[in-house]
């Protein structure tokens, strides 16, 4: 099974940038669809951006093309670029990663992100 460590949350202004990362370990990413979730208290978690074994990407309608999701096979690392932040964007993000997009089976700890204005 792969295990999945995030980081590069944090706090920033609106119209600001973060960069999660993802470091798995266990598994080679090459062979792993991942995707990036988030959470805010008292809702559901919902789906950020996903991308698939072969790299295609599929993002949620809030992303609005503020976001890009990407892997690194040589480094085994999984990225979410965050650009344009908005203060609902506030979350623990977690990282997921499994055999296809639709099948998630391992998740991180989370990071938390808090934009403010």
């Known amino acids: 099974q792969v295990q999945l460590v995030e980081s590069g949350g944090g706090s920033v202004q609106a119209g600001g940038s973060l960069r999660l990362s993802c470091a798995a370990s266990?598994?080679?990413?090459?062979?792993?669809?991942m995707g990036w979730y988030r959470q805010v208290p008292g809702k559901q978690r919902e789906r950020v951006a996903t991308?698939?074994?072969?790299?295609?990407?599929d993002y949620a309608d809030f992303v609005e093309g503020r976001f890009t999701i990407s892997k690194d096979n040589a480094n085994n690392m999984a990225y979410l670029q965050m650009n344009n932040l908005k203060p609902e964007d506030t979350a623990v993000y977690y990282c997921?990663?499994?055999?296809?997009?639709?099948?998630?089976?391992?998740w991180g700890q989370g990071t938390q992100v808090t934009v403010f204005s």
């Open positions: 991308i698939t074994v072969i790299g295609s990407t």
């Open positions: 997921a990663a499994g055999t296809g997009t639709l099948s998630f089976s391992s």
């Open positions: 266990g598994t080679a990413v090459y062979v792993l669809a």
